[in-house]
């Protein structure tokens, strides 16, 4: 079979732990039990601070992303699941170009690629976590001295892999779904609900306020005289959540379920078993969140890259033409001011889209053009294409009503590029919008949570129909 880069992952195999797949089928109770204890360990670890911590108010490089990335800065899970969302689409980015040759008809390549992606990972963890701690995130390292620095990025690279089996545990039948999906609906979620009903106070100069857009509402129309400046500010108010983002993220979640309802129903029938009839689905939503998943991952490290040279080489024109950043008035933390990343930067608020327009057609175009290339591209490397769909329906002998078999490629080609490539585009539309809108969670994240909930509805109900049990029969633990 002659020598291929993925047995270079052989020496290591025997060094990097694997989650053995269930021997039978894990019961509905007890996938419940372990989705919910992988998403308590992750919470706890996003609560807990990192040791070592000199000083943390200088500007974060992850601030846009770190919901979308179940990041919590200064926590153990200072990088989220960045690691694991980057080695996986470089990884299958690689396989689907067969730059990598994998057979995943065999089981040791599959071993090998999974391996590969979990040594990846970790390497992508050590260099940020490296990147992080010697860019001075957490205090100068010239200040907390090297071992320090080393404990930090120890503690974050153990967070890390923690993530990366949690993840496994899911993927590989214990639970349901995946750590990625699971825990970015989670982090967006806990950040949604903070920034709506938190009761804590800040002060941007007109007095105490309560962070919370609908606490502050009723705080503000109950303490002050004049009631129609009391709802200005609350549903107008700028540098804290308002009302009108409420709305907005409202709007949102009602848009991304309405499009989920959005799909071709192809007739199939079997020709193994004569009078068999059913529908196959083609979503307008093809890939799902994934588009919005990647494109999220590639900026964020685009944006940290960026941040973090800036810092180090302001002067350097070709770090300029990257991006050159600027602190918002009355806070350390920087914001792209121009630049690439600037126009990979969403706009902050309405206002700031209607002043500078080509930087809000620009990001649009971008944002658009790219999720729907890479949901295409998705499409292509992940299983889902054409040829697999038509190959895997062969296989079960089944066909499309009014088609030969020969045939039913060119049908499918003629639904399922166009639903990848147009539903990766409004996805990017829906999040510029929900972005401009001021939604709260930010519109990525909001589609992100939208798409995973959505998809989570759809495994217990799928679940409750091979079961043949009503959901509440399940709960109870009656199954057979």
């Known amino acids: 079979m002659g020598f291929r880069a993925l047995h270079l992952v052989r020496p290591f195999l025997a060094l ?4 053995d797949s269930p021997v039978y089928k894990v019961p509905f109770n007890e996938r419940i039990m372990w989705t919910i204890g992988s998403l308590i360990i992750f919470m706890v670890m996003s609560q807990v601070p990192l040791y070592g911590i000199a000083s943390s108010d200088s500007s974060d490089p992850l601030y846009w992303m770190r919901a979308i990335l179940a990041s919590n800065r200064g926590t153990l899970m200072e990088l989220g699941i960045t690691p694991i969302v980057t080695s996986g689409m470089i990884m299958q980015l690689l396989s689907g170009a067969r730059i990598l040759n994998v057979d995943y008809s065999l089981k040791e390549d599959r071993a090998l690629f999974s391996g590969a992606q979990k040594l990846f990972a970790i390497v992508i963890a050590v260099v940020h976590a490296t990147i992080t701690v010697l860019n001075g995130l957490y205090g100068s390292p010239k200040e907390i001295g090297t071992s320090t620095c ?16 949690l993840d496994e545990i899911l993927q590989k039948g214990y639970g ?8 970015t609906a989670c982090s967006t979620a806990v950040t ?13 100069g007109r007095g105490p306020e309560a962070e919370g857009a609908l606490i502050a509402l009723f705080q503000l129309l109950s303490k002050r005289h004049d009631k129609a400046r009391a709802l200005i500010d609350a549903f107008y108010r700028p540098h804290l959540p308002n009302v009108m983002g409420v709305l907005a993220t409202l709007g949102v979640f009602a848009v991304i379920v309405y499009l989920q309802g959005f799909r071709v129903e192809l007739n199939i029938k079997s020709n193994r078993m004569r009078g068999q009839r059913a529908v196959y689905p083609i979503r307008l ?46 806070s350390n933390q920087l914001f792209a001011k121009s630049g690439v990343v600037y126009y990979l930067s969403p706009p902050r608020s309405i206002l700031e889209a209607v002043l500078d327009p080509i930087h809000t057609l620009v990001y649009a175009f971008i944002i658009i053009t790219v999720c729907s290339l890479l949901s295409k591209t998705w499409m292509e490397i992940s299983g889902a294409s054409v040829r697999d769909v038509a190959n895997e329906l062969k296989e079960n002998q089944l066909v499309i009503v009014g088609y030969r078999e020969s045939s039913m490629y060119k049908e499918l080609k003629r639904v399922i590029p166009v639903a990848a490539s147009f539903g990766g585009a409004i996805l990017g539309a829906v999040s510029v919008v929900a972005d401009i809108s001021g939604a709260v969670g930010t519109g990525t994240g909001i589609l992100l949570c939208v798409c995973i909930i959505y998809q989570y509805f759809e495994m217990i109900v799928r679940e409750q129909m091979e079961s043949g049990q009503s959901i509440d029969a399940m709960m109870a633990g009656n199954l057979k």
């Open 16 to 19: 990097l732990p694997e989650i």
């Open 150 to 165: 080393a404990l930090l990025i120890g503690q974050i690279v153990a967070a890390s892999f923690v993530t990366m089996l």
């Open 192 to 204: 949604i609900f903070w920034k709506v009903l938190s009761p804590s106070t800040v002060d941007v």
């Open 176 to 183: 349901f779904g995946s750590g990625i999906n699971l825990f």
């Open 285 to 330: 939503l093809y890939t799902s969140s994934m588009p919005v998943m990647l494109w999220s991952t590639m900026t964020s490290n685009i944006l940290m890259i960026s941040h973090m040279l800036y810092q180090r080489f302001s002067s350097n024109p070709v770090v300029q033409f990257l991006g050159v950043w600027e602190p918002l008035a009355g």
